[in-house]
């Protein structure tokens, strides 16, 4: 009975031995097995990088001594990191491309002097574009933005910013008054009821577009050319009843050849275009 007991007990202690020893191989063959598809992946991720690194270089134009990245009616709703090897880019012309986001490294393209996504599918202007001092024109309609976000007054040196035709944006940040460079705005086709006070205090402002919004008042601060056409303004003038048909003929003639006359005087001093309300439409769903 004792030596039956002695070799049970040796039978268990090599099998739990070999236990051990081959949970131990297993481990180490999962591991291993995990390193290779880990190995694989960042293979693939790396053919991947370089083959759309590749791409990206083929749509590298030098046009008027700047390198501009033009993109035309091709699938890129993502744009990869591997990007960053052209950080000397100084234009993005991405046009028709389905992009649904600014990659949040776009404020590592310092040189950047036109960022021009129009006609996409963004819908967020991420706070990283702040970092672009050098930025003259930021040209972002036709596409689904719902706010500004206020790092856009970081860009010291933007001239030009559109956001027509996204249909949502409602206000602007009031930091958008520290871009003393700004001269052109255009924000038609959104959901604006008034005028954002943003805009009242930009000393080079020359051109505000606002038409196809809601707007209802115009503050008395606009003095400078604004076309507000497709808005539900409404002009309250009362005047004295006149008996006399042809003599209010004549003071309505008189009106618009002294109105014309002012226009021409205010170009000839200002240099500035005057307040036009007009009605026909500039944008439709046929030019997007």
Avoid at 48 to 66: D, F, S
Wanted: charged fraction near 25%; hydrophobic fraction near 40%; aromatic fraction near 6%.
């Amino acid at each position: 009975m004792a030596e039956t007991a002695v070799c049970l007990g040796t039978f268990t202690a090599v099998k739990t031995l070999w236990e051990v020893r081959i949970h131990k191989i297993n481990e180490e063959l999962q591991k291993e097995k995990e390193f290779r598809q880990r190995s694989a992946g960042r293979l693939l991720l790396l053919w991947e990088e370089r083959a759309a690194l590749a791409k990206l270089k083929e749509k590298v134009i030098n046009e008027g001594g700047r390198a501009i990245l033009r993109i035309e009616e091709e699938e890129w709703k993502t744009l990869p990191s591997c990007l960053l090897k052209l950080i000397h880019l100084q234009e993005w012309q991405l046009h028709r491309t389905n992009l649904q986001k600014i990659p949040q490294f776009i404020g590592r393209f310092h040189n950047l002097v036109v960022l021009d996504l129009s006609r996409n599918s963004i819908e967020n202007v991420p706070k990283e574009i702040g970092q672009l001092t050098s930025l003259q024109e930021l040209l972002l309609s036709y596409n689904r933005i719902k706010s500004v976000p206020k790092e856009i007054s970081n860009c010291i040196s933007l001239e030009r910013l559109e956001l027509a035709v996204n249909r949502s944006i409602c206000d602007l940040p009031p930091q958008l008054s520290d871009l003393k460079k700004l001269s052109h705005i255009d924000l038609c086709m959104n959901q604006f009821t008034a005028i954002p006070s943003a805009l009242l205090n930009m000393p080079s402002l020359e051109w505000l577009d606002m038409g196809g919004n809601k707007l209802q008042e115009l503050p008395d601060a606009i003095d400078r050319f604004v076309n507000f056409r497709d808005n539900p303004l409404e002009l309250e003038v009362t005047l004295p009843p006149c008996e006399n048909t042809d003599e209010e003929e004549q003071q309505e003639m008189f009106g618009i050849d002294f109105m014309h006359v002012y226009i021409q005087e205010s170009l000839k001093k200002t240099g500035m275009a005057f307040l036009s309300v007009l009605i026909s439409p500039q944008y439709s769903e046929e030019d997007k």
